[in-house]
């Protein structure tokens, strides 16, 4: 499987941002599907996540309340609706899957990622 993920670019600080990930290859869109970041001199850090039937949705502690995820499976795709960004939201935000129906808050549980995009939170 495949990560693509779009949608990254500056924003001001109190601005929105929408990220999207489809995955392709071997499509199953039954993946469990998650956000990460990874912001400059830090760790990889969980942001959330969206069993398929969306039925389990996960969300850090730091992003409750202003970030939604959201998946449209008849086009196999998640999104990261970020809103009331501020700069510490700066980051390069990874797309993951993994195949097992559970979100998990950890970089080892998830399989598959994607190529970072980076998003710039002005203040």
């Known amino acids: 499987v495949q990560l693509q993920a779009f949608g990254g670019g500056l924003m001001q600080a109190g601005g929105s941002l929408r990220l999207s990930c489809a995955p392709s290859g071997r499509n199953n869109s039954r993946y469990t599907m998650g956000w990460f970041r990874q912001a400059p001199g830090k760790e990889r850090e969980f942001v959330a996540g969206i069993v398929w039937s969306a039925s389990d949705i996960v969300y850090a502690d730091s992003v409750k309340g202003r970030f939604t995820i959201s998946r449209d499976n008849a086009k196999n795709t998640v999104y990261l609706q970020m809103d009331s960004l501020t700069p510490e939201d700066t980051a390069v935000y990874y797309c993951?899957?993994?195949?097992?129906?559970?979100?998990?808050?950890?970089?080892?549980?998830?399989?598959?990622w994607g190529l970072g995009t980076l998003v710039t939170v002005s203040s």
């Open positions: 993951a899957a993994r195949v097992l129906p559970i979100v998990k808050p950890t970089t080892d549980a998830w399989t598959y």
